[in-house]
């Protein structure tokens, strides 16, 4: 099954490049991501072409208001020359944010980036414990994070997010409040903590090494609201927090349900109608781009705006709109759940309340 993508009928849109290279493969990671030795090297190339001819078949309105380069590690190829050739559908003021692993990135290849037009770096810490990084398998240190930090800075990115996660095998709630702490010293733009997911198919999974419980999670995570409220970070997603209009603008869009062109193996995309996936195996991927067919597709599905509407759009601070969505299906779910405490209506507005948030998964569940 395959389909040229049409994105852009109601804007603002945002583009998704997937980069689907790692240098290692973490023991938590369900993504697509191919470690990056000698063999798949040799498909940077012919990946980054068939890119941009993915690019070129999709049938654009108007210039994406923003784009983002995630994976897998995107440093790891290019990613400048890359912009260089994607930059044509990306409008002049947008928000252009790189994912970045510690260790894949030079002051010099930083610069490039800058100049190229990406304009905002998310950088994967995870932990500030080099124990707790080994333990999932990433190979960087804290202080292969510090140096990165460091040079993005200099290299002019003043839009930085730092990615962490609580709930990793041996983590105690101290190496987690220290984990906080060195983040918020270094004062960056954006920080997202999510827990960690044992997702099958990892080798998290198989392995099942001891994991910090339910009730220990949950008391990070209260930490983590607590301790960023307090650095003077907004909570404007369940899982996001910024300084004041340092939200992920490309994030925004899909919390609020718009649309988005995914390129490359197993990205994802939505239009106004429908939502679809490409299909993974690169080899595939190259060979209908080189032979100009559109990239194959995994799966595609009509869109239920109102349930995308009402899930996507609680995970945000600022909640569902009652004029944006006929919501009347779920009326009564809504209300039990207002009965609970854990949503509430203020200002025309559906939100999860402080007490709903923790539980927000429940909450999603019984709505649908
Ligand atoms: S760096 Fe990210 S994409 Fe790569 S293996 Fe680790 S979790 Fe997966």
Sequence with gaps: MAARAEVGAVSPWGLYVHIPFCPYRCDYCDFVALPAGPLTRRWIPRYLAALVREAEQARWQGLAATAFYGGGTPTLVPLAELHGQLARFVAPDAEVTAEAN???????????????????????????????????????????????????????????????????????????????DRVCELAPEHISAYGLQVEPGTVLYSRRPPLPD??????????????????????YEISNWCRPGMASRHNLLYWRN?????????????????????????????????????????????????????????????????????????GHAIDVHIERGWLQWGGGRLRLTAAGVPVANRVWADLL
């Design 102 to 180: 510690p260790g894949t990135v030079t002051a010099e290849s930083l610069r490039d980036m800058r100049r190229a037009g990406i304009n905002r770096l998310s950088l994967g810490l995870q932990a500030a414990q080099d124990h707790l990084l080994q333990a999932v398998h990433r190979l960087h240190t804290w202080d292969d994070f510090l140096a990165a930090y460091r040079v993005a800075r200099e290299a002019g990115f003043d839009r930085v997010n730092v990615d962490l996660m609580y709930g990793l095998p041996g983590q105690t709630l101290h190496d987690w409040r220290e984990s906080l």
């Design 258 to 330: 718009r649309q988005w062109l995914g390129l490359g193996v197993g990205a994802a995309s939505q239009d106004a109608r429908r939502r679809w996936t490409n299909a993974a195996p690169l080899a595939a991927y190259c060979e209908a781009l080189e032979a100009g067919r559109p990239a194959p597709i995994r799966d595609e599905e009509q869109r239920d705006r109102a349930s995308d509407v009402l899930v996507l759009g609680l995970r945000l601070s600022e909640g569902v709109a009652e004029a944006d969505v006929d919501l009347s299906r779920f």
């Design 214 to 235: 339910d009730d220990a999670q949950a008391e990070m995570y209260d930490v983590a609201r607590e301790r960023l409220a307090g650095a003077g970070y907004e909570h």
